[in-house]
């Protein structure tokens, strides 16, 4: 007896109604989630929370790290340089704030456990590029090549086998751990603490994201744990808005277990500079394609020839000027 495609799937097709799908079957509305259980879901969201606080020690530099800033075996001035770096790439090709943080933070724990050569120069330069490579790997759906990561004033180009090379030495000294706990951990959940209606959850995360960028630079940050910052830049977030103008240390501690009130003061003082200069939000305006299509239509294209023509002089008249601006660290001259 033959069987027919049909009677083979009729088992699998679904034949309910609209008015079953949304009953148990007796035509009865589906129980509603009920307080308890709404509560023990908040209850496993706070346990994980304090879990990442107890587990966030494991992923920062620890705290005599400024003080090799200090007895000048670390240049800061050097540090200060390659982190304004990496801002600038990540400003221009738009990355996502936590890819910047991330290539810090790879920066500063691998700089905590392994001396380079020199406090200054190409070898910085080269552990900025392989820093900022690895976190846009991590977290940007579309990562430039390793030539066009080199971007925004770089004083050096490096090959992609000698930046491979370092991002290879990068992974082995931070144990491969990439998936790092930051302040991005917290802002959501710290945020939803502070503003439990949503209404103004975007905002706070938006802007606690810029503090954070803008303090980055300064090796003092180092002293706090990012649960810590995290709490002090949406506190200082919230302070321009009136619904939470009277929020303070004291209620954030309250947020999650293994937040202190002393810590979180004092980074809320160390950051609150900063927040300010941030207020007016005015930023300038940057034309890149309007300043393309005014050089090139001074030129009068008189067939297509001309124009591929001009195209690749053009073309050749930046490599020069590249050839000419920067020079190429190979593995001879490392």
Known sequence: ???????CFSDLLCGEDSDTV?????GEDLPECSSSDIESQF?????????????????????????????????????????????KVQRHYGFQPLTAYLAVNYFDRFLYSRS????????LQLLSVACLSLAAKMEEPLVPSLLDL???GAKYIFEPKTI???????????????RSITPFSFLS?????????????????????QIILSNIQEASFHEYWPSCIAAATILCAAKDLPN???????????????????????????????????????????????RVMTRTSTTTVASSDSSSSSSSSSTSYKRRKLNNSWWSVTDDDS
């Open 150 to 152: 080199q971007v925004e």
């Open 43 to 87: 209850a496993d969201i706070d346990e994980s929370i304090a879990g990442l606080i107890e587990d966030e020690q494991n992923f920062v530099p620890g705290f005599d790290y400024i003080e090799k800033f200090q007895s000048q075996s670390l240049s800061a001035a050097a540090r200060d340089e390659s982190v304004a770096w990496i801002l």
């Open 116 to 123: 380079l050569p020199q406090t200054n120069g190409w070898p």
């Open 189 to 209: 959940f710290f945020a939803a603490k502070l503003d439990s209606l949503g209404t103004f959850t975007a905002v706070l995360i938006s802007r606690a994201s």
């Open 1 to 7: 007896m033959s069987v027919s495609y049909s009677d």
């Open 244 to 290: 939470f103008s009277l929020v303070n240390a004291e209620h954030a501690e309250s947020w999650c277990h293994g937040l202190r009130k002393d810590k979180i003061v004092g980074c809320y003082e160390l950051v609150q500079k900063y927040a300010i200069a941030l207020r007016p939000r005015r930023f300038p305006r940057v034309y890149p394609q309007v």
């Open 22 to 26: 949304f009953s148990n079957g007796g």
């Open 164 to 178: 491979q090379r370092m991002e290879f030495l990068v992974l082995r000294i931070l144990d491969w751990r990439l």
